[in-house]
């Protein structure tokens, strides 16, 4: 992987314009990945922008995501590369589907490289650099930075960098929390990265919006009959009544339910557009119901979206899970 690393960077020094991009419905890993691979080819005077949705930045608005790189309007960015010709670098996007921008944006790129960590990537880049052993896109992108930066990485590349593997650890709780992990989080602290600050920002803090939302999803949950499923809900309806859409951390509410091995999250997107957020604790493969529904991601982190009515892909989900359990 060493040598794709090196061939990447080699395009990177030898092109100029580059749009970057993560997935939709962006968590920490993807959003800080963007951000550090943005500030990292800015400072090598490279033309660069990035696309991110403004609607879900709001956890991170710490990491001051701000300047003329980054765009958080689509069409704005559409018109100003009408007459370009770029290089699309998706980060975190297990398929070309799950780009977070519009179709017309991806096809005219001159071509795509996709990084990744999903091991279910569909390598839908001409150029595929997907390292499943990786516990976050940010762990990989640490790479290309102590590469192409021989000194000291600057706290404005290093912070998000931190946040995304942080995010993507669940705070260092995760299975997915390697020695590699460790190591790289003690250089970026060396660099001057606040870790009790980002968890803080990422998983201590909730608005109280979101905190009432909490509460009404709370008393949606239940268990399946043998006690390894819990699933709650988010209805349209409720996050009009709670005035927000902050749906982070809930799942693995149902999840770290004591004897629970799978925990599920229904969020009801469009009347027949369900979000499923998929969890597990120790052996059951997410990913593999996911699939079932066209979705992906991990073994224990995966998710889908079911075109039924609520309590339709509540019922298909959960008996579809009964399997894995």
Known sequence: MQKKIKEIIKILYENDNFLIVGHVGADG?????????????????????????????????????????????????KEDLKTEDYILITLDSGTRERVDLDEEIINSAQFIINIDH???????????LVQADRAAVGEIIYNFAVEMIDKKLPLAVAEPLGTAIITDTGALRYENTTSRVLRILADLMDFGVNIYKINKKVFGSLSYQALILKGMALSTLEKSENGKIAWLYVSRQMMHEAETDYTEGLVGLARDIEDVEIGILFTEEEEKEIKVSLRSNFYAEVNKLAAEFNGGGHPRASGATVEKTLQEAINSVVEAAKKYV
Do not use: M
Not at 49 to 65: G, Q
Not at 118 to 128: E, P, Q
């Open 29 to 77: 890993d993807s959003i800080g990945s963007v951000t550090a691979l943005t500030r990292l080819l800015k400072k090598k005077n490279k033309k660069v922008r990035a696309y991110l949705n403004r609607d879900t930045l709001a956890p991170f608005s710490f990491l001051k995501v701000k300047g003329e790189e980054f765009y958080t309007d689509a069409e704005k960015l």
């Open 118 to 128: 999903h091991a279910d990537n569909t390598h839908f880049g001409k150029i595929n």
